[in-house]
């Protein structure tokens, strides 16, 4: 039978950490933890009670009897003494008879069969649900459950086609609970919703998995929904008001740059406006640069983001980075030499470990880039911490050696993967892309290179994964991209948009590169599309993004939009600027009432508002008898619509339920009856709530309403009923949260404070 457990994902420390919890919860006894060394090997002791606990997470059972041998001496000392009357020894080990009678001779007379704690009894304690809270402080070890595994499986809805929980089993070892996580956890539970940010290779992902994980170990009734950012509206059809749900999203803006067009971040609100109202638990990342470019640019989002608590997950303090250097290597197996190196002392008479933990550029993604290449790159085990020293000073050598190795049709399938990606595309698009670029460069390949690109750079540059019998490439590190984005110089770029095969591939080209805007000169009409329902879709949606003319689409673009064969937001957007109503010749569907109230009815506030300040300014030409009538015809179409947007607009973006109901948190009368909290003038409250809201919403809607005061169409006419804009159901879920909040305890963390030195003291042998 094969272990249920894998207590190998947990390092020397943590399994120290993991037996003391053991002892306490099963059986009651407290034990104070030593560092490596400083108490005659003893890892756990208990004075009053005289009672040592040796924790040996060895792999090999050789080396466990080598390591009791010297260990049964120290044990013997501390009986002869008298300080010791009982002894436990606490392995990770699966034992045969033969095993376990070997280190009971070993460890005799001192250890008994009962105080032996092997893996199969470590199993059978945590199998126990009487023995959960051991589990719940020890979250990455309760990832490696089967059972768990199963039970996380059947939760997780997934709309990738990747699988992100192989991931979460991957990097879970990795990973270290720092100050920032324990902070960002708990308002995550508390709040329902965090925006992870920091520097590229931080570990926001990671950081974000170990979120959901620590959660549905505390809340295992809620299911899993994810998505890729380009799959947003799929994830919206896959979301159900009476389920708990969490929704998480890595990258939700974009992994390298800003990759979010106007209709995916307005899609992209509806989410936040879903989970708001019917408080779903909303889990993002973002590297900060983006957060911060997406809220500059973007009015609607920076109001819809500002709702969302933001945690910052750079800053790890000294001893967090110890930790994530020695997991580092650990995990990664870095053979015993190199690893000694980072233990030797410098010139300065301090360990080199120390000037990597306190570097400026300290980043766990490059740190492991090292780890995992030091060979590749030719690095003697004396040079190792210098070699990673270089590398944090200057990361873009982490891949400048190896891409000066490709060959050009290898940097050029590198260079159309970046291009394609948001987060995984099919290898048939990389094909269809691939073979039409080097065409276009006349480069002459067999048919064969492209999947041996594949094979080359599988595990190394790229990963590869199955969905429904296709198959989809992804970077094995965000690192390599941010390589190629960072070296993709205006020659190539200009190039790449003939080598376009998908309107998405052009977009990322010329978000990254504005230049070759100038370049494009053949139909947009005649791309594919990855994720759009249709190219005409695409190409509106270029065009607005990018404010572009063309005379090879721009019969064709007239059609489409004069003869209403197409409706979405983004011909309200195009028509909103005067430009491109010139170019394409589009004056003419201003005056069509109603295919404009159709457009409106389906685009959010901030496009409303620039079409109709765009239409004010046509007005200024017109005489003033064209002028009245049409304001009057335009406004007798738009009114009632312009009601819903403002109404909706203003009961969700400019008042915060959460904000008020907290305000009241100190009125609420809560007593605790058969162990659950009761509030008994919940609806007095609420009344209370209801009043300021309705306030609120008056005060917003007034505000939006003087927002669209133009020269010739204005909307003071508007009125509303602010009680038909507030959700009830909104308020009784922050008001339940505040009131179980107040009674529910805050999981806190007992950390074990060592010094640096003993992290990389700990047991070491590969």
Known sequence: MCKKFDYNILNPLEFEEFCKDVMKFKYNISLKSFAPGRDNGIDLRNYDKKIICQCKRIVSFSNLKSTLKDEVLKVKKLYDDGEVKDYYLLITNKLTPKQEKDILNIMKPYLNSDNLISSSELDDILEDNSNLEILRRNFKLWLTSSSILQMFNNKFMLFKRFIIFDDIKNYSKYFVETKKFFSAYEIFENKHCVVLTGVPGIGKTITSYMILSKFLINHSDYSIKTTSIDKIDKLIEGLDKSEKEIIIIDDFLGKNILDLNDKELETFSQVIQYCKIFKKYLLLNSRTYILKQAEEENDNLKRKVSLIPVVDISEFNAMEKAKILFNIQYYNKVPNEYYNNLKDKNIFYSHNYLPIIYHRNFNPRIIEYCAHNFENDSIKSSCYSKYILENLENPEVVWKNQFKKFTDEEKLFLNIMFISLKNNVSS?????????????????????????????????????????????????????????????????????????????????????????????????????????????????????????????????????????????????????????????????????????????????????????????????????????DYVKNFKANTDSLLINIIENEASTYYCDVDSVTSAYKEDLEIKVIDEDPVCTNFDEIKGIILEQLKDEIEEAFQELKDDLRFDYINYDNLYLNAYNCINENEIDNSLDDIIFYSYSENSNSETIERNIDDIFNQYYDF
């Open 428 to 628: 048939n698009i990389m094909l269809n892309t691939f073979e039409k670029a080097c065409k276009n460069r006349s480069i002459n390949v067999d048919s064969n290179i492209f999947y041996d690109i594949i094979a080359k750079f599988n595990n190394s540059l790229i990963k590869t994964s199955n969905d429904k019998g296709m198959e989809y490439l992804s970077f094995i590190n965000p690192s390599v991209s941010d390589y190629i984005l960072n070296n993709l110089n205006q020659i190539e770029c200009n190039k790449l948009v003939y080598d376009c095969c998908y309107i998405e591939q052009l977009y990322k080209i010329i978000k990254i590169n504005a230049c070759g805007l100038d370049k494009i000169n053949y139909d947009l009409f005649t791309l594919k599309t990855i994720e759009y329902n249709s190219i005409n879709d695409g190409v509106l949606s270029f065009v607005y993004e990018f404010n572009f003319g063309s005379e090879l689409i721009k019969d064709k673009l007239n059609e489409l939009i004069s003869k209403k064969r197409i409706l979405s937001s983004e011909v309200l957007k195009i028509i909103s600027n005067k430009n491109l109503i010139e170019f394409y010749n589009l004056n003419n569907i201003l005056d069509d009432f109603d295919y404009i109230s159709n457009l409106i009815e389906i685009s959010s506030y901030d496009t409303v508002k620039k079409f109709v300040r765009n239409v004010d300014e046509f007005l200024f030409e017109k005489d003033e008898e064209y002028i009245n």
